[in-house]
T-cell receptor, first 114, second 112 residues
């Protein structure tokens, strides 16, 4: 079974802190994604990585950065957390270039910024 | 998570009935479509997908229908069960983009 794991289920941080969210997948997927999910807004793409050290901005990259040093691991970084970054963060992964190319999701990290 | 279902349209059905969840997609260049299910406190889970060269695809108790003329996607769930209660999202992908664009979702409630 495909497994996408995220480092924390729940996280509480203070405004201004640097926050790291980690995601690991075990299916040798080329693509990895970070989304945030907010009530009424659905899933919005923050960043996308299609290979090690490669990244592409999604729809809402402001206030975030990412790191992909190894194929299986994709990190989301909040350089200086703000209250409007309180949200559910979801990581996903997929193969690249397949005809049927579903994304597999992790369980999510609920981040609260106080 | 627990707040996923807030602010969403809701479909309530009786256990054993068939459910139909609809989705209007936005991009006529999209050629791949997926339905996901998200239960409270969990990440989205793949249900079924379809490519634009098909208009119907069936899985176990689920069927996806695609109407490209009106840019409409539907998910049919046969003999709906309480375990089907969740939020359902459609997603579309433009060929070669590798990225999915998600719909807002619909909350399905199954009454015993």
């Amino acid at each position: 079974d495909v497994k996408v794991t995220q480092s924390s289920r729940y996280l509480v941080k203070r405004t201004g802190e640097k926050v790291f969210l980690e995601c690991v997948q075990d299916m040798d997927h080329e693509n990895m994604f970070w989304y945030r999910q907010d009530p009424g807004l659905g899933l919005r793409l923050i960043y996308f990585s299609y290979d090690v050290k490669m990244k592409e901005k999604g729809d809402i990259p402001e206030g975030y950065s990412v790191s992909r040093e190894k194929k299986e691991r994709f990190s989301l970084i909040l350089e200086s957390a703000s209250t409007n970054q309180t949200s559910m963060y979801l990581c996903a992964s997929s193969f690249r270039g397949r005809v049927y190319n579903e994304q597999f999701f992790g369980p999510g990290t609920r981040l609260t910024v106080l | 998570g627990e707040s996923v279902g807030l602010h969403l349209p809701t479909l309530s059905v009786q256990e054993g009935d068939n459910s139909i969840i609809n989705c209007a997609y936005s991009n006529s260049a999209s050629d791949y479509f997926i339905w996901y299910k998200q239960e409270s406190g969990k990440g989205p889970q793949f249900i079924i997908d379809i490519r634009s060269n098909m208009d119907k695809r069936q899985g176990q108790r689920v069927t996806v229908l695609l109407n490209k003329t009106v840019k409409h996607l539907s998910l049919q769930i046969a003999a709906t069960q309480p375990g089907d209660s969740a939020v359902y999202f459609c997603a579309e992908m433009v060929g070669g983009s590798e990225k999915l664009v998600f719909g807002k979702g619909m909350k399905l409630t199954v009454n015993p």
